[in-house]
């Protein structure tokens, strides 16, 4: 049996990989790939801890689901806004993207 703590390390490595991606990308559709990056992280210590401390309860797995279905809706309005402010600008790098500033 896998021991718990190997899942926290990929998941703090995911997570990790996912801040970084954010903080570093340039690109909407990246960040927002890093976002989804980040929220698999966060499944993965739901299902592990739900896995060695509750296996007897669905906890763990029903807030997993919950976190997909906020991802999927996540990734919808992130794209819907992307898709937006392309066609208008012409451009999808997250610094050239100003249209909230008076």
Known sequence: MIPLSWYLWLS???????LFGVLARRNA???LLAIELMLNAVN???VAFW???????MN????????????????????ALVISVY???QTV???????LKW
Not at 12 to 17: E, G, I, K, Q, R
Not at 60 to 79: H, N, S
């Open 60 to 79: 763990g797995q029903v807030f997993a689901v919950i976190v997909l279905a906020v991802a999927a809706a996540e990734v919808a309005v992130g794209l």
């Open 29 to 31: 559709i990246a960040i």
């Open 12 to 18: 703090a490595a995911l997570f990790s990989v996912g």
């Open 93 to 99: 790098v997250a610094d050239e993207l100003d249209l």
């Open 44 to 46: 993965i210590n739901l």
């Open 51 to 57: 896995r060695y401390l509750t296996p007897g309860q």
């Open 87 to 89: 066609r208008r600008r």
